[in-house]
């Protein structure tokens, strides 16, 4: 059984960079057909897509909100995926998950992590 | 206004039917078989029911169904059970935005 993992640091300052990492375990992360995500979410409101990834890093689609400050890369010999997110605000503080995504068109992301809570303060 | 829009709000008793909507301002959700929707619990992570607009992922009950007229797409619980009560979003990628965006979530209560 497919399952995700979110790593990294519960608080972060004002105008650092967020750093995660989401370990995949139960399957391999050069699964055919799969692409891997990030969303967050802050309490009471929907979730904002982040980025997508393929493992090759051949494909990859940032959000353009956040384009300017991110950067998604794959480790596929720890089967792991991260997110690297600079110059945060207090705006960026969510629950972060990762997610594996069904193919490149259908936008659809079927399995989940449980989510970390990443909070931007000094 | 967001680029997907769903009611706030529905509700029914258990053994009922509820419909719940969501539009696109563009006209990518009638373009396009993109629609997913998820569940959520509070303090879980959302859980894909729908996608493609009417597939069901593995394990999901038939009692969840997808379905889309053009630029609306529906999500319908059938035989509503007390454990249906959740927040469900639906979602899609908007080609003129290049973003993956959800809608505002619409919050089902079981009666």
């Known amino acids: 059984q497919l399952q995700l993992q979110e790593s990294g640091p519960g608080l972060v300052n004002p105008s650092e960079t967020l750093s995660l990492t989401c370990t995949v375990s139960g399957g391999s992360i050069s699964d055919s057909g799969y692409f891997w995500g990030w969303i967050r979410q802050t309490p009471g409101t929907r979730p904002e897509w982040i980025g997508t990834?393929?493992?090759?890093?051949?494909?990859?689609y940032y959000n353009p909100s956040l384009k300017s400050r991110l950067t998604m890369s794959v480790d596929m010999s720890k089967n792991q995926f991260s997110l690297r997110l600079s110059s945060v605000t207090a705006a960026d503080t969510a629950v972060y998950s990762c997610?594996?995504?069904?193919?490149?068109?259908?936008?659809?992301?079927?399995?989940w992590g449980q989510g970390t809570t990443v909070t931007v303060s000094s | 206004q967001s680029a997907l829009t769903q009611p706030p709000s529905v509700s029914g008793s258990p053994g009922q039917s509820v419909t719940i909507s969501c539009t696109g301002t563009?006209?990518?959700?009638?373009?396009?078989?993109?629609i997913s929707w998820y569940q959520q619990s509070p303090g879980t992570a959302p859980r894909l029911i729908i996608f493609a607009v009417s597939d069901r992922p593995s394990g999901v009950p038939d009692r969840f169904s997808g379905s889309k007229s053009g630029n609306t797409a529906s999500l319908t619980i059938s035989g509503l059970r007390a454990e249906d009560e959740a927040d469900y979003y639906c979602?899609?990628?908007?080609?003129?935005?290049?973003?993956?965006?959800f809608g505002g979530g619409t919050r089902l209560t079981v009666l």
């Open positions: 990834t393929h493992y090759t890093g051949g494909e990859t």
């Open positions: 563009s006209s990518d959700v009638r373009t396009y078989n993109r």
């Open positions: 997610a594996r995504q069904l193919g490149a068109d259908r936008w659809a992301m079927d399995v």
């Open positions: 979602s899609s990628y908007i080609s003129s935005m290049s973003t993956l965006v």
